[in-house]
């Protein structure tokens, strides 16, 4: 046996694993070679060996395990007996694979590579994965999977790639996406070449870009939906990979149509005719606060700085505290100004390319009040005309009558003679039964009594009944000559 070599080796091609046990052709000390396996330092090769089981007993060394291209149906909890505390690099295609134990990964706590692609797998069961605390890459492709329980991927803190393309999953897994919290490493998620009909569109566009970059779609069912066109045509102008490099594939089905058309260019087109949307557009109003994301697809960026509209280059706080660059690399903007209106540039350095973003903020010139506040001027103003032509309509048409005399009642019948305190408002004698007669008449009630119930002093007393019959005749009431709507003197 060869002097063991303290150094880990990474995973390469399988050619790359034949070379290297040419070298080592049998295991270090501390544990045997399985037979019809190759073991290369801490790396044991079992591919193509016609397998129907994990051999045993494995190395307690073994750092890598390759068991592709046999016949293992079925992983047991206890292909393991025994833990195996370096294995971080396990590799299952092509088996056949139909079952795999929840319990199957209990002993390989280090797993950072699991590598389950090409089998028969149908179902991904329950905290199926639950064990394997450190896993950075999860290949499920090309099974035959149809459901995915929803806490699958659960105590997967780790998980960075997860390739689940080529399958039959009808349902989008939002759950492994959505708030970051199962999955908050995650930065890679295939589901290309499933049976996806609808995707939510809206959730999706909120995830920041370096997820959306790595986010695979193609060769799904999709159903033509402005949404979704919408999100790719966005993704298409931000030259992200996963829309760029399968802009053929991905396609979507118009009702009623016989074949699948591409997404991109559903633009204008009929029955949807979709429109484009812009990149990055903000509203606020004067007084407001409002914060500009820096959405850049590069992960992890450290390095970057905004440009404001009038030129000026922010790096820290500025502008007496109106004006805070975040940690996570977000503008804010407080007490907006009409000034502040304007495209606004995010300079963002990433480890392969430099990446400009930017974002237009448009300021409304009038405040915008909430519920408890005050109405604003221009609604004031109109509720006040309101309220004033309603006024005006009840003063005119809704005003009490004041007269002593409505109309349909009854008005005792005027004397036959002459009084000599007339109203002042008539000229016209009275008649008997007058029912035309004006509200403005009245007859004396006593004497010394003139308009408005006051006292005349120098009036002439009303002459005493007699007797017999009445004669006629006409008394002047010296107070009482004039009209009080003219100059002109009226005697009656």
């Given amino acids: 046996c060869h002097p063991c070599v303290a150094m880990r080796v990474p995973m390469g091609p399988l050619s790359l694993l034949l070379a290297l046990s040419l070298l080592f052709p049998r295991g270090c000390a501390g544990g045997t070679c399985p037979p019809r396996c190759v073991c290369a330092s801490n790396l044991l090769s079992c591919s193509q060996a016609n397998l129907s089981a994990v051999p045993a007993p ?9 068991l ?23 590799l299952l295609s092509h088996n056949g694979l139909a079952f795999v134990s929840t319990e199957a990964f209990t002993h390989v ?14 179902t991904l069961d329950e905290n199926l994965f639950s064990d394997l605390g450190e896993l950075e890459v999860l290949l499920l492709y090309n099974n035959e999977i149809t459901t995915v329980d929803r806490t699958a991927f659960e105590n ?15 349902r989008f897994p939002l759950e492994l996406l959505r708030e970051g919290t199962r999955l908050p490493q995650l930065a890679l998620l295939d589901l ?46 931000r030259h992200l990979s996963a829309v760029v490099d399968f802009q053929d594939e991905l396609r979507c089905v118009l009702p009623g149509a016989p074949a699948s058309i591409k997404i991109l260019a559903l633009a204008g087109q009929q029955p949807l005719n979709c429109s484009k949307a812009q990149e990055a557009v903000l509203e606020a ?19 970057r700085h905004w440009v404001t509209p009038g030129g000026e280059r922010v790096l820290g706080e500025g502008g007496n505290g109106s004006v805070v660059l975040l940690a996570n690399g977000s503008l804010q903007l407080r007490a907006l100004r009409p000034e502040d209106g304007g495209t606004y540039a995010c300079w963002v350095a990433g480890p392969l390319l430099n990446e400009t973003l930017y974002v237009e903020l448009l300021v409304h010139n009038f405040t ?49 003679d002459d009084s000599i305190n007339s109203s002042v408002l008539s000229t016209t004698p009275n008649h008997a039964g007058g ?58």
């Fill in 68 to 90: 592709s291209h046999n016949n293992v149906t079925r992983l047991r909890a206890d292909w393991a007996p025994a833990r195996l505390p370096h294995l971080h690099a396990l």
């Fill in 109 to 122: 706590p280090r797993l950072r590579h699991l590598d389950l692609s090409s089998n028969r797998l149908r």
């Fill in 435 to 492: 029912t035309g007669e004006p509200c403005g008449s009245h007859i004396a009630s006593s004497a010394g009594t003139g308009q408005n119930g006051r006292f005349k002093g120098g009036g002439t007393p009303p002459l005493p009944a007699r007797p017999g019959p009445k004669v006629q005749r006409k008394v002047s009431d010296p107070d009482s000559v004039s009209s009080v709507f003219s100059d002109t003197p009226i005697v009656v």
């Fill in 156 to 170: 997967l803190g780790r998980l960075r790639k997860l390739y689940l393309g080529q399958n039959r999953i009808a």
């Fill in 368 to 416: 915008l009040h909430g519920p408890h506040d005050t109405l604003n001027t221009a609604y004031t103003t109109l509720v006040g005309c309101i309220l004033s032509v309603v006024l005006v309509l009840i003063y005119l048409y809704l005003t009490p009558c004041r007269c002593c005399c409505c109309r349909g009642t009854e008005k005792p019948p005027a004397p036959r």
């Fill in 285 to 303: 109003h004067l007084g407001d606060s409002v914060t500009l994301g820096c959405d850049s697809r590069w992960q992890g960026v450290r390095s």
């Fill in 192 to 237: 290309s070449a499933n049976r996806l009909r609808a995707v939510p569109a809206g959730e999706l566009q909120a995830l920041p870009a370096w997820l959306r970059d790595r986010l695979y779609l193609h060769n799904n069912p999709l159903a033509c939906d402005c949404l979704l066109f919408q999100l790719l045509d966005r993704g298409h102008r």
């Fill in 58 to 66: 494995l190395p307690r060394f073994t750092a890598v395990l390759d």
